[in-house]
C-alpha cells in the first residue's frame, strides 16, 4: 500500500489522471491525501470529482476555498467569479451528487502515516493553534457543512474580520475565523492577526508578518504540516512542512507526495512526482510553465 499527498488540482482532470498513470495508483491498495482546490479555473471540474467520488474511501479530501466557493454557488449564495469555470457542475444532472459528496469532506486531517503524525490542511494554521485544537476547529466547521445551518452558515462565511483568533469568540465570527485560517492563510503577524491581500512569495513578505509557518512559537512546529494554496511559494519540503501547491492551473505542475517509511532517520521518506500542466489561467507572477521553483520529475 502507498499513501499519496496531491496538491491543488483545481479542475485540471486531464493532469490528474496522467498523474495517476505515472504513479500507478490503484485504488484498491493505494490512498490519495488531496490537499483542497479541488476545481475551479481549470477546464474539467466536474471530471475531477466524479473521478475522485469513484475511487470511494481511497480518495480523501481537504475543502479549499475554491471547493467552498461552489458549494455556496450550488446553493444560489454567491454569483460566480468573472473566471469561475464551474459551469460544468452547477449545469450537470449530478450537481447534487458531487456537492454533497464535498460537504462530507474535511476542514482538516490529523493522521499517522508510518507512525508519523502528519497535520493536513489547505492553507494554513495559525500560530497559536495546537494540532489537536486544529482538527477540533475543524470539526466545528465540519458540523455545520454537514448539517441543517448550511444555508446560515454559507450567508455569513465570507469577510476578512475578525482577523485573528480568539477562545471567546462565537456563531459566525468564529466559523469565519476558522475559515479563514484554513483555506486562505499565508501571512500572519507574530499574535496571529492574518494578511489576506498579499498572495506572492515568501519574498514579497509584508513588513510586520511572517508566512504563517515561520511565525513565532508556532505550536505545530512539532509535527509534519501538508498544505497547498500557495503557488507563488511552490514545493516546499522541510522537516516540519510539505507545501504542494505547485501551479497545475498557471501552466506549473501537479504534484503528488509519496510518503514511506524512512530507514534509520525515525523520519517519513518523501518522493515527489510530478506532471507538466498546460496553463488554463494567466501565469501568477513568481510561476513559469516549468512550474515556478520546481521542474517536473
Request: hydrophobic residues 40%; negative net charge; glycine residues 10%.
Amino acid at each position: 500500500m502507498s499513501v499519496y499527498l496531491v496538491g491543488d488540482i483545481q479542475g485540471c482532470d486531464a493532469a490528474l489522471q496522467q498523474l495517476l498513470c505515472k504513479i500507478g495508483f490503484s485504488p484498491s491498495r493505494d490512498t490519495l491525501y488531496l490537499l483542497g482546490d479541488l476545481v475551479n479555473r481549470g477546464p474539467d471540474s466536474a471530471g475531477v470529482l466524479r473521478r475522485l467520488m469513484g475511487f470511494g474511501s481511497s480518495a480523501k479530501s481537504l475543502l479549499g476555498n475554491h471547493d467552498l466557493h461552489l458549494i455556496a454557488l450550488a446553493h444560489d449564495l454567491r454569483k460566480p467569479h468573472r473566471n469561475d469555470t464551474l459551469g460544468d457542475i452547477l449545469n450537470a444532472p449530478d450537481c447534487h451528487a458531487m456537492v454533497e459528496w464535498l460537504r462530507g469532506q474535511s476542514m482538516a486531517m490529523l493522521t499517522t502515516i508510518h507512525s508519523q503524525s502528519v497535520l493536513m490542511v489547505h492553507a494554513g494554521v495559525l500560530p497559536c493553534w495546537s494540532a489537536s485544537q486544529t482538527l477540533a476547529l475543524a470539526q466545528e466547521v465540519e458540523a455545520v457543512l454537514r448539517g441543517d445551518g448550511l444555508v446560515e452558515f454559507l450567508q455569513d462565511m465570507y469577510g476578512d474580520e475578525p482577523n485573528r483568533w480568539n477562545d471567546s469568540l462565537s456563531g459566525p465570527a468564529r466559523l469565519r475565523v476558522i475559515v479563514n485560517a484554513l483555506t486562505r492563510l499565508r501571512f500572519c503577524t507574530s499574535d496571529g492577526a492574518m494578511e489576506f491581500t498579499a498572495k506572492d512569495g515568501v519574498d514579497a513578505t509584508p513588513s510586520g508578518h511572517y508566512p504563517w509557518f515561520d511565525a513565532p512559537q508556532r505550536r505545530t512546529a512539532d509535527i509534519t504540516v501538508a498544505f497547498g494554496h500557495w503557488s507563488t511559494l511552490g514545493w516546499l519540503d522541510r522537516p516540519d512542512l510539505i507545501a504542494l501547491d505547485t501551479g497545475c492551473v498557471w501552466g506549473g505542475c501537479l504534484s503528488a507526495v509519496r510518503l514511506g517509511q524512512a530507514s534509520g532517520t525515525g523520519g517519513l521518506a518523501r518522493e515527489l512526482i510530478q506532471v507538466q500542466c498546460s496553463s488554463s489561467q494567466t501565469p501568477k507572477s513568481g510561476l513559469t510553465r516549468a512550474g515556478g521553483r520546481i521542474k517536473p520529475i
